[in-house]
């Protein structure tokens, strides 16, 4: 049996939208990457990364792919539409992932 891990990306994304979120932000404060979940324009911290940690390096990498080309994932039986964004925010990378119900 072949199993098949969650990226870093589609776990965080996965967790915004059970949460009813409509993105995904992340940005850069004090050697962590902070992750938000964003509803109408606030934003819930779900995660804190080691910006220097595998996890935190393999999520900027998932999120200037999804920033190039948008891609989708299914949640909880329904198909969803990634769109991102890098911008910058403070001297450094700042991403934006917008989730739409397809």
């Known amino acids: 049996m072949v199993v ?13 939208i059970r949460l009813g979120a409509d993105a995904l932000e992340v940005e ?3 050697g962590c990457e902070e ?8 934003g819930y911290g779900i995660a804190r990364l ?3 940690s595998p996890e ?6 998932e999120l200037r792919s999804v ?3 948008r891609q989708r994932m ?10 991102g964004r890098v911008y ?11 989730f739409r119900r397809v």
């Open 88 to 98: 910058e925010s403070f001297g450094e990378n700042a991403f934006r992932l917008e």
């Open 35 to 42: 992750v938000f979940a964003v509803k109408n324009g606030i």
């Open 67 to 69: 920033a190039r080309r």
């Open 56 to 61: 935190a390096v393999s999520l900027r990498d």
């Open 74 to 83: 299914a949640v909880g039986g329904s198909e969803y539409e990634l769109r």
């Open 28 to 30: 850069y404060k004090g």
């Open 4 to 16: 098949k891990h969650k990226s870093v990306l589609e776990r965080l994304a996965s967790e915004a």
């Open 50 to 52: 080691a910006s220097s």
